[in-house]
Structures are given as structure tokens and as C-alpha cells.
């Protein structure tokens, strides 16, 4: 019921991340879905954000398992230590760079909620919220719901969202704070006064 044209497809020769430029009735878009390394790599996140500004477009949705906490102080669980921080980093500046937003996070600020899970000695089961959605300011208007399903035959959890251009539900936009002010004592100052 809806008219798709598909203008540039690109895949990582590693098998990490598929891109697609395409165009979704007048909406034009950045789809990609990544599978991220689960070592500390930050220039794979940085190989992504070149591939995908190289579309030219605003309107970015990211997908997929990304091997990481975003906020580890509720996005995981019986983690002995923070996996990944630089590659952490990087996305952080990959989410400001392209005006990104962890929609599900945002819909569920507190919510203990995880895709990942892993048993270890029969005892503690680590859990994380390694797979998410990242999606443009622009389109956050037009996202209906958020969810995190069970998996089948699986240790991830299955997640969606539903967007809908032809009546955008959400009236509100989301604000984000450039935290990298904090590092710039003047403009600490020029607050603080």
C-alpha cells in the first residue's frame, strides 16, 4: 500500500552493516542494519557514519545489534565491567553527528528492559539492551510504537517499530542536550553566572 523506490544499496565486503538509500512514498531515507563487531572498534561505527552521510540524506534509520550499552546503568545487567567504551564513544558522536534518537529509551526512560541475555555457571545471567533502533529527529514524530519482543531459538530479542507517515501521531519533538558543552569551561562559566 505504499510506493518504494530503492536508489543506492551498500554492504559491507565484512558483512556488518547493510545500507539503503531509499525513497518511501515522498519520504527520502537512510535505512541501515548493522551487526556491530563485538570488540572495542570505534572506526567501524566511524565506516558506518561515512557510508551513510555519503546518502546526503536528514531522514537516518539505524537498526540492528550493536554489541554495546548505550546507558550502561539500565541497559544492562551482572556486567562485570563496561564492554566497548570507545566504540560506546563513537556512537555517542555518531548519534550526535546525525541527530539521532534511541526511541525506545525514550518512549521507556527507566525501563529495565534487555535483548540480549547469556547464563553463566549455571547461576547469574548477564542481560543487555544490545539491539536498537536509532532514528532521525525528523522521523521520531512518526514512529507509533516501540517494541522488544521475545526471540525464537534465540539469545536476542526480537525489536520493532511501526511508523506512519500518512497521519504522524506524535505532535511533540524531542530535544537534545550537545553535551560535549560540558567540556568547554567558559561556556560552563558563562551558565554557572
Not at 535483548?115 to 514512529?143: A, C, E, P
Amino acid at each position: 500500500t505504499f510506493q518504494l523506490n530503492i536508489h543506492k544499496y551498500t554492504t559491507d565486503p565484512m558483512g556488518n552493516f547493510t545500507i539503503v538509500d531509499l525513497s518511501l512514498d515522498e519520504h527520502r531515507i537512510t535505512l541501515a542494519n548493522i551487526y556491530a563487531p563485538n570488540n572495542d572498534d570505534p572506526s567501524f561505527f566511524e565506516k558506518l557514519e561515512n557510508n551513510i552521510k555519503s546518502n546526503g540524506n536528514i531522514n537516518v534509520i539505524i537498526v540492528g545489534d550493536w554489541n554495546l550499552l548505550l546507558d550502561p546503568s539500565i541497559d544492562g545487567k551482572n556486567y562485570k565491567q563496561i564492554n566497548n567504551k570507545k566504540a560506546r564513544d563513537r556512537v555517542g558522536e555518531l548519534i550526535n553527528n546525525l541527530d539521532l534518537f534511541d526511541v525506545w529509551r525514550e518512549e521507556n526512560p527507566e525501563v529495565l528492559k534487555f535483548t540480549w541475555k547469556r547464563k553463566h555457571n549455571n547461576r547469574i545471567i548477564q542481560m543487555g539492551r544490545l539491539d536498537f533502533f536509532l532514528v532521525s529527529n525528523l522521523l521520531t514524530k512518526y514512529i507509533c510504537k516501540e517494541k522488544i519482543l521475545p526471540g525464537y531459538r534465540s539469545d536476542h530479542s526480537l525489536i520493532s517499530i511501526s511508523i506512519q507517515f500518512s497521519d504522524p501521531i506524535k505532535t511533540k519533538s524531542l530535544w537534545k542536550f550537545n553535551n560535549s558543552y560540558l567540556k568547554i569551561p567558559k561556556y560552563v562559566q558563562e551558565v554557572k553566572e
